[in-house]
Antibody
């Protein structure tokens, strides 16, 4: 069974940092690009970042560019999101999602259940 | 990176058909056939329902269909069932090499 399990969420102060992880299983991790998508409480989905299969190509939404860094460890079947200079508006449930191909320009399937990040003083 | 435009809510009675629109620009929806649709029930992860405008993943009911005309994509659900009540989101690739979602549509089955 293909499975994605996020961890690392919690409460952070404005200006603080958090590192999210996503453990993948049930498929050949290095065959797929991966993405992070977030959902603020009671709001819609917002795409955050994507990374291609070998980690050499990454893209970010304008809202997080320069503050967040996506990375992956293919040997460990894991995806990461380093979040720095956190703001209140970064408060959301963060989902990792598998992309359709080695790059990430199409659909997402499946999605993890998400890990909650709360930025508050 | 403006969100794609979806109606906030739609509703229909069991057995009826409904259509949810997703309007973008020539830089996203209109420029690529990389439009997908997701269903999200409360407290659950999104589920892929349609990919590449009009393709259904294995296991998704054929009551769900997608289409596109110009800068607007659409999701149609026929033979509405109570279990279809959920939030629906469209997504598209963009000319900036990013991805963008619609604001979401809440479907109510009356």
């Amino acid at each position: 069974e293909v499975q994605l399990v996020e961890s690392g969420g919690g409460v952070a102060r404005p200006g603080g940092s958090l590192r999210l992880s996503c453990a993948a299983s049930g498929f050949t991790f290095e065959d797929y690009g991966m993405s992070w998508v977030r959902q603020a409480p009671g709001k819609g989905l917002e795409w955050v970042s994507r990374i291609n299969w070998n980690g050499r190509s990454t893209t970010y939404a304008d809202s997080v560019k320069g503050r967040f860094t996506i990375s992956r460890d293919n040997a460990g079947n894991s995806l990461y999101l380093q979040m720095n200079s956190l703001r209140a508006e970064d408060t959301a449930l963060y989902h990792c999602a598998r992309c359709s191909t080695t790059s990430c320009y199409n659909w997402f399937d499946p999605w993890g259940q998400g890990t909650l990040v709360t930025v508050s003083s | 990176q403006s969100a794609l435009t979806q109606p906030a809510s739609v509703s229909g009675s069991p057995g009826q058909s409904i259509t949810i629109s997703c309007t973008g620009t020539s830089s996203d929806v209109g420029g690529y056939n990389y439009v997908s649709w997701y269903q999200q029930h409360p407290g659950k992860a999104p589920k892929l329902m349609i990919y590449e405008v009009n393709n259904r993943p294995s296991g998704v009911s054929n009551r769900f269909s997608g289409s596109k005309s110009g800068n607007t994509a659409s999701l149609t659900i026929s033979g509405l069932q109570s279990e279809d009540e959920a939030d629906y989101y469209c997504s598209s690739y963009t000319s900036s090499s990013t991805l963008v979602f619609g604001g979401g549509t809440k479907l109510t089955v009356l």
